[in-house]
């Protein structure tokens, strides 16, 4: 079975970079660009890994991950 990973942070390239290295790894990537977008998909699926930027402007990565 494939790990899941989602991505939350707002640099869109960043996104697009860390999407295109774990899909050649083989995992199921999920992008999220705020933390009500990331709040909504996490009421639904369970992550194998969820990377988070710390410092965005909807709030502390911190935070939701509490």
């Known amino acids: 079975m ?3 990973i989602l991505i939350i942070d707002d640099d869109k390239r960043l996104r697009e970079l860390l999407e295109e290295y774990l899909t050649e790894k083989k ?3 999920y992008l ?4 009500t977008s990331a ?3 996490l009421e639904y699926f369970i992550f194998d890994l969820i ?3 710390r410092m965005m402007p909807s709030g502390d ?4 991950i509490k």
């Open 2 to 4: 494939l790990k899941s």
């Open 51 to 53: 990377i988070v930027d």
């Open 39 to 41: 709040q909504e998909i």
């Open 27 to 29: 995992y199921n990537v």
């Open 61 to 64: 990565g911190v935070n939701l």
């Open 32 to 35: 999220c660009d705020d933390f």
